[in-house]
């Protein structure tokens, strides 16, 4: 077969973005195949999540009713019996949190050739994925073996499926051992606390550049200054220096204020996606290569050390 | 109980580097323990100097020249390491994460541990799979991007939180025997006391090859092949400022009060 199944993904009664983009992906990979579009969704509300799916492109929707949240025994047998049922050429799910917790066990059972992270594909006998090595200095391509091949995708780097398809749309029949060793017991929001980040208009952000904790005492200078609000990059939170709600990015807040100057940020793609809908972004940064600089407006390539404290006194 | 860590050395590439065919030339690159892995050993050995952990060990996939790296996780308190590598391994330059599932389970059956911590993802190739890839294929439980764990000995259970996007936190269950992936900012990792360092040099890292684990060549067959490599183009369009400190930082200031932000 040369049809491609593509795994849609939501959370606490909505799909998340990325499942619109699973389809986009997916629609490419089956165009190149010659395929169908598969989609699964698995869990919660499937009805409601069907008829959102069911956008330009999408051959056939195939839902899974067991259970209401995102569980990996659950998804992992689920994928594992359709995939049995359908024998798609490629299996392409999201390169989130939750497809990295059953997409390799997916992989492994099924014994597919497995791609995580692709930010694009290339199909001319077989699959070529580009995907990023050593935190986005560089990109490859990789050329993924065997007749059957399993790919995650990251997050917006295809454009959201739109219109409306005319899919057919089918409960699939699945035993599920629901007791495999997995509970999912609950759900935390964090991040709360004195200071909502994402209501700020003018963010000064600090990344890994300030190298130690002392050091944030110079930022914190500049943001009494300016009257600006604090927040970080991930390792910054992760070293303790500042509290979790002050965090900007995937796992943390988005914010769009007017301002965000980043100091010292290299701009992960996990940082970004908490920052880019930012109205101006000024990048600080020594790495004149670093990928800050893409989606800054305005930059300086130096030393925050000797820029900041010019800056502060622009201000005193 | 025993815990078993995976432990990876990692290529970090300097700011300005060449790229020779798909490798980054190797005068650019810095050899180090993987930034997850380190989290992944903390946690471990903080399990055992709570009680519940009797024994730490770790696993690493690679040349002698990891064995630096090793002693780095040892000098932390992890008691022992084996370190798995072939010269059939030589001309591979990028493992697939089946061939890694297939020489790490070969030594987790060997080693039988209860628990299996490993790094939510590599800084080189970052896969981000290999942990729950390896769960699947030993028949264990397992739980991907942890950034708390709660082991209850007597239940046998790790009570995790997984981080999810946007703030959110999952509270998972999982019986062991299992695999977590162990995410960054779980924890605080030690640095290496001096008394570590030494007492490190002491410790066992036995080398083994795909033989003495039991895989023959076959086993490493990886499914991926890397084809090319590049600098990502710059999709910048940002009005650089240039001059020194003074002058650039004049030029920031007047952005910020032409946007209102700052006066």
Partial sequence: MSDVLAVAEHRRGDLRDVSYELVTAGRELAD????????????GDTEKFADELNREGVDFIHT??????????????????????????????????????????????????????????????????????????????????????????????????????????????????????????????????????????????????IEEEENLDLIRDLVEATDATLSSSRPIVDNGWLPKNRQVGQSGKVVTPDVYLAIGISGAVQHVAGMKGSDTIIAVNTDPNAPIFDIADYGVVGDLFEVVPELIEEFE | MKVLVTVKEVAEVADDFEIAGTEVDERYLEYDLNEWDDYAVEEAVQLKEDGPADEVVTVTIGPER????IRMALAKGADRAVRVWDDALEDVDLLDVETKTNMLAAVVEEEDPDLVLSGVQAGDDAFGATGVSLADHLGFQWGAVVNALDYDHEAGVAHVHRELEGGVEELTDIELPAVLTIQTGINEPRYASLRGIRQAQSKE????????????????????????????????????????AGETAG????????????E
């Fill in chain 1, 64 to 209: 899974v009713s067991e259970g209401e949240e995102f569980n990996h025994d659950v998804y992992a047998q689920a994928v594992e019996a359709l995939h049995a049922e359908l024998d798609p050429e490629v299996l392409v799910m999201a390169n989130s949190v939750n497809g990295l917790d059953f997409a390799p066990a997916v992989a492994n059972r099924l014994d597919l050739s497995l791609a995580t992270d692709a930010v694009g594909f290339e199909y001319d006998d077989g699959l070529e994925v580009t995907r990023e090595m050593y935190g986005s200095k560089v990109e490859t391509t990789v050329e993924v073996g065997g007749d059957r091949t399993a790919v995650t995708i990251r997050g917006v780097e295809w454009p959201a499926a739109d219109g409306v398809g005319d899919a057919e749309v089918a409960e699939f029949d699945v035993d599920i051992d629901t007791d495999a060793g997995s509970t999912v017991t609950g759900f935390e929001e964090v991040g709360g606390g004195d200071v909502d980040i994402s209501e700020a208009d003018f963010i000064v952000s600090i990344g890994r550049g």
């Fill in chain 2, 251 to 262: 030029r920031l200031a007047e952005v910020l009060r032409e946007k209102g932000v700052a």
């Fill in chain 2, 66 to 69: 990891a064995d630096e790296t």
């Fill in chain 1, 32 to 43: 190149a195949t010659g395929g169908d579009l598969h989609v699964a969704v698995i869990s």
């Fill in chain 2, 205 to 244: 890292i036995a080398p083994k090859t795909l033989n003495d684990v039991g895989l023959d060549a076959d086993a490493v067959e990886s499914d991926l092949t890397l084809t090319s490599m590049y600098e990502p183009e710059s999709e910048s369009d940002a009005e650089l400022f240039e001059g020194d």
